[in-house]
């Protein structure tokens, strides 16, 4: 079978999204690229039934494939491929419905620099995306401009969006992001955080360019 280890991977890493409770049932997703477009977790399946042969192959000219001719593909195919087109460094994407990130992109907000490993995503704040409907052209578009220069974003009512060189390495942005969400919220409901100033998220955002943990810029590739 064509990509098998990495089909299993992509299995592997949606069960690990529930698993760390930062997603439920079969509301996330998730996708890897490979060599003629990427493959990704099939439409309406619980994670613990899918196998190798229900991951389907999206091919850049627009058809796609399981091996076992049974599956589609997720319903949000449309921003992984945007993403995958619009990104060159990206190799794996994460969308998850976890309840602290959903907490946040109902309330429709950023996520400001209260703590410094905003920068882990890349800038000095986690944009929100406006609100559009699931699995639709307008929230692809809306999810590739709140990723600009970021690697990961909240979509507005909805989740998020975590990128990755790797699954491992989109699935650690993913969790991440949860985290700051959960405690950004906490925050909130005590009064509201202390705002890092430019200079000292500067200063962080430096660290992190010099090869802080994941931040580095990606490094590997899975696909190949």
């Not at 299993?8 to 490979?34: F, P």
């Not at 477009?37 to 000219?61: H, N, Q, W």
């Not at 993913?174 to 950004?184: Q, R």
């Not at 906490?186 to 009064?191: C, E, Q």
Request: proline share 4%; net charge neutral; hydrophobic share 40%.
């Amino acid at each position: 079978m064509q990509f098998l280890e990495l089909r299993r991977n992509l299995i592997h890493t949606v069960l690990e999204m529930n698993r760390m409770d930062i997603n439920q049932g079969t509301s996330g997703n998730a996708a890897v690229r490979v060599t003629d477009g990427f493959l990704i977790t099939p439409s309406g399946m619980a994670y613990e039934d899918i196998t190798p042969a229900d991951v389907v192959l999206k091919r850049t000219d627009g058809t796609y494939e399981s091996p076992n001719g049974l599956r589609k593909p997720s319903s949000e195919w449309r921003f992984h491929e945007d993403i995958f087109k619009d990104r060159s460094d990206v190799n794996a994407i994460v969308h998850t419905h976890g309840k602290a990130v959903m907490t946040i992109a109902c309330m429709q907000k950023e996520i400001p620099p209260f703590h410094y490993m905003i920068g882990l995503a890349g800038g000095d704040t986690i944009r929100c995306a406006p609100y559009q409907t699931f699995a639709t052209k307008e929230l692809s578009i809306v999810a590739v401009e709140a990723l600009k220069n970021r690697k990961a974003c909240l979509l507005a009512n909805h989740g998020q969006i975590a990128l990755g060189n790797s699954l491992k390495q989109a699935l650690s942005m993913a969790m991440e992001v949860e985290t700051l969400c959960d405690v950004y919220w906490r925050t909130l409901v005590a009064g509201g955080p202390t705002i890092l100033d430019k200079n000292q998220m500067d200063e962080a955002l430096k660290k992190f360019n010099k090869g802080y943990g994941s931040a580095k810029a990606f490094v590997s590739s899975e696909s190949k």
